[in-house]
């Protein structure tokens, strides 16, 4: 192999990536702010350049030129290293997406469970940067992050074992290849729910967006956060929404599979139609209180994640040729 | 189940992307204003083309922010006028109580308020600025014409509705 196959290649996959990723973010602010728009009876921003599309640019030109404020009461290193944190484990994930038979940075033979982790990570940037911030509503936002936290791990994890146990391994590669003929959706119903429902609390996008709950705690965790560093949060949140679109696609709806396009178009289109049904979500549903989240997540999604788990189990044993080895 | 409504209202919001937009689109469009809109002050004049203003100062008194300034000058006909009228729209808040207080009809509010200026001092308008050709809101009435105030080509008793003058002294019993 020469160095361009064997170095070459992968970086060239990762940059890649790492660019769409980050362009798709600055993106979805935009394609955010026009559909809540379309959605509350208004345009949303339309001036900047074509339909508006240059409001990204000066958001950020905006954002650049903020004065970057680190509360001289609070935790400067924590501070500074929180809103890191969320982007470095946001980022990670997408090193394991397939987003086409050839396009795609790590095949992660246990890509379900370095996403467990992964996701489970970015509630340490909300806690750290609301511990650090010194305030007391971002102290608020953070100890809700955790507690939110607590609610919806349990059963995201369990709701992605069905597809596991189905596809047989927790390659996502394997598991997009394996849905060849059959969406995993179908199937998996109940599993998709839950998954959907986890993966809205886990970017802390409405209606579960209790740490930052703009209305009761100002902005939450990142209430002190100005200029680039709070722009960090909000390219996480983004690039959250997308790897949440992008596993949803990847884990239910068959990943690259479809008729007549090129298979990383089809990708980018069913992850683009969820991103959109975030902010569809964000358009209709009111925050419910922690204490109602905590509540629906344990009595409500635990026990259907734990039945849709058992019954994929049984019939997993009973009829797939390898009987879930 | 609750979670159905939460499904209705996710739809219901989702139908809201066909109807039709409530955004004006400002520059291009703009709402109709109500012809009693209070805007940009003018100074009307009177039918025979004569400036209305007769530099009574009840404008500049009932302005709470002071923003009219004027002087009282007379022409050769012994009608009253402003030497000069400036109003300063900085300050201006568009109460209205100037055209409510105006005697002659002369001072008049009018729906127009695209007036910014990237200069203060551009906000200042004079006399000249502030006048028009028209009679603005009232087009018949001239406060001349109906007052009993002797000017040049009118002497007392010969406005409209008015009875000549009596000598009080040849009415003594």
Redesign the interface.
Known sequence: MTLMQTIGYPLLNIVFIMLIAVLWAAALTWIERR?LG??????GPNRVGPFGVFQVVADIIKLLMKEDFTPRFGDRVVFVLAPASLVVAVMMTFGILPISPSIGVSNLDIGVLFFLAMSSLTVYSTVLGGWASNNKYALLGGVRGAAQMIAYEVFMGLALMGVVMIAGTFNLRKIVEAQQNLWYVLPQFFGFMVFLIAGIAETKRLPFDLPEGEQELVAGYHVEYSSMKFGLYFLGEYLGVILISALITTLYFGGWHGPLLPGWLWFMLKTLFFMLFFV??R???PRPRYDQLTAFGWKAMLPLALLNFLATGAVVLAVLPHGGA | MKYVSNLRTIWNVFTFIFRRKVTVEYPEETLPLPPRWRGRIILSRDPDGEERCVACYLCAVACPVDCIALQKTEDENGRWYPEFFRINFSRCIYCGYCEEACPTHAIQLTPDYEMSEYRRENMVYEKEDLLIDGTGKYHDYNFYRVAGMAVGGKDKGEAEHERPPVDVRSLMP
């Open positions: 559909f379309l959605w509350q009876e208004r345009y569809l979500l358009a209709s549903l």
